[in-house]
């Protein structure tokens, strides 16, 4: 009851408003959560929301998004001019044309169908991540560069951009969130691949089509949510995902027969209808699938039946 109670709190924050000027830590698995970056180290993040503290281990984290620094005070705007004469401002007694000030232009905002199009313009391929090994070298520096020839080289500094470069790793302790490993006394260090992307002109340890995947999940949990029309389901909907999730992870032959009808109840009262009560419990059971499947060609389709679903949803709506 304590880990299913753990797992709302934490769906709670998940879908808490993004706060201007706050944090954002993306997960692996396409969640995002806002608050504040209390503590960051090698091994975790901790961030500070409205309803408490959680802790990430680095191996369940994509990216994190830094708050801005604020902008200083705008300077204070100009006095006004004097009015003009009475009569006109020429003394001719012609009266001044008044003056208009044009309303500022204002971006369109954004529907979901303009989402739902956004989504499925993002192509999804199978991405194949290194595992990190160990670190034997004496004389290893920072960067481990495997030049476009075959030939290795170490630096300190990080490459600024991929030319020449077929590889490119980090060096590090491990990152998952695990005891460090000692070896003679001495931290045990791994290599860790780096991927480029060429959007941002930077290196990640996220692998860019699993960044798209990313992407995808994130942008697909945003449009199920404008299918809701009650908070209450929307948000129990989504706890009742997680509930799923822990059964399964308890064990992989589980019906989760309870924790399914809740489901199902929740999304009717999400959504005001069976039908699309249905449909909004289907994508929840597909981010189920995309979950605990291993095979990325398995997610990719999952990920696209998903986008069907979606499609469905909204029509049935009126979004």
Not at 197 to 205: A, E, I, P
Not at 211 to 222: I, M, S, T
Request: aromatic content about 6%; overall charge positive; proline content about 7%.
């Amino acid at each position: 009851m304590r880990a299913l109670r753990a797992f709302a709190s934490c769906v709670v924050l998940c879908f808490a408003a993004t706060v201007a000027g706050a944090d954002e830590v993306v997960l692996t698995n396409g969640r995002s959560f806002t608050g504040t970056i209390v503590k960051e180290d090698d091994r975790e993040i901790v961030i500070e929301s409205r309803g408490g503290k959680l802790t990430f281990a680095r191996s369940q984290i994509a990216s994190v998004k830094k708050a801005p620094l604020a902008a200083p005070d705008p300077a204070p705007a100009p006095s006004p001019p004097p009015p003009p004469k009475k009569g006109g401002s020429d003394g001719s007694g012609a009266k001044s044309a008044p003056t208009t000030k044009p309303d500022a232009a204002k971006p369109p905002k954004r529907t979901p169908a303009d989402r739902l199009a956004e989504l499925c313009a993002i192509r999804l391929v199978p991405w194949i991540e290194e595992e990190s090994t160990g670190c034997d070298e004496p004389d290893a520096k920072a960067y481990k560069v495997i030049r476009a020839d075959g030939m290795t080289s170490m630096r300190d500094e990080r490459p600024t951009a991929p030319d020449g470069i077929d590889a490119l790793y980090v060096r590090n302790d491990a990152m998952s969130g695990q005891a460090i490993e000692l070896r003679d006394g001495m931290r045990r260090m791994y290599w860790y691949r780096l991927y480029w992307h060429d959007d941002t002109r930077s290196w990640t340890v996220v692998h860019p089509d699993l960044e798209a995947f990313q992407k995808d999940c994130a942008l697909a949990d945003r449009l199920a949510d404008a299918a809701c029309k009650d908070e209450n389901g929307r948000i129990g909907a989504a706890i009742a995902e997680q509930s799923i999730k822990y059964a399964l992870q308890k064990d992989r032959n589980s019906p989760a027969t309870k924790e399914r009808a809740e489901l199902r109840k929740a999304c009717v009262l999400a959504t005001g209808s069976d039908a699309a009560g249905e449909l909004l419990a289907q994508f929840h059971e597909l981010n189920v699938d995309i979950t605990f499947t291993r095979r990325m060609t398995e997610k990719i389709s999952f990920a696209m039946k998903r986008r069907d679903v979606l499609r469905s949803l909204l029509a049935a709506v009126g979004r």
